[in-house]
């Protein structure tokens, strides 16, 4: 499967940005997938997943009041929907896919399958 996100950019502090990352060659309907997010120097950090059924999304506990994850199975898009945005938001946001268990969804080594990224930037 291929992932291709989108929808970063740059807002000012409070803003809104939605993400999407969109699968080819393969259904999500197969993978976890989750979105990470990435500064310079620093680890990949989990922020969202949905599960392979698409009923059940998890978000990270530093953005849960502000970022929300959905997918629509019928486009074979996630979302991340990403609401009053802070500086340290600021960040490469990479989206992937696993056909690991849903209990390993926080660990960048779970998934096999990784998007481009997509640059977001917080700053007024």
């Known amino acids: 499967v291929q992932l291709q996100a989108s929808g970063g950019g740059l807002v000012q502090p409070g803003g809104s940005l939605r993400l999407s990352c969109t699968a080819s060659?393969?259904?999500?309907?197969?993978?976890?997938t989750g979105w990470f997010r990435q500064t310079p120097g620093e680890e990949r950090e989990f922020v969202a997943a949905?599960?392979?059924?698409?009923?059940?999304?998890n978000v990270a506990d530093a953005v849960k009041d502000r970022f929300t994850v959905s997918r629509n199975t019928a486009a074979n898009t996630v979302y991340l929907q990403m609401n009053s945005l802070k500086p340290e938001d600021t960040a490469l946001y990479y989206c992937?896919?696993?056909?690991?268990?849903?209990?390993?969804?926080?660990?960048?080594?779970?998934?096999?399958?990784w998007g481009q990224g997509t640059l977001v930037t917080v700053s007024s």
């Open positions: 060659g393969g259904t999500l309907t197969r993978y976890v």
């Open positions: 949905v599960n392979k059924g698409g009923g059940l999304g």
């Open positions: 992937a896919a696993t056909t690991a268990i849903w209990g390993a969804r926080g660990s960048p080594s779970s998934y096999y399958y």
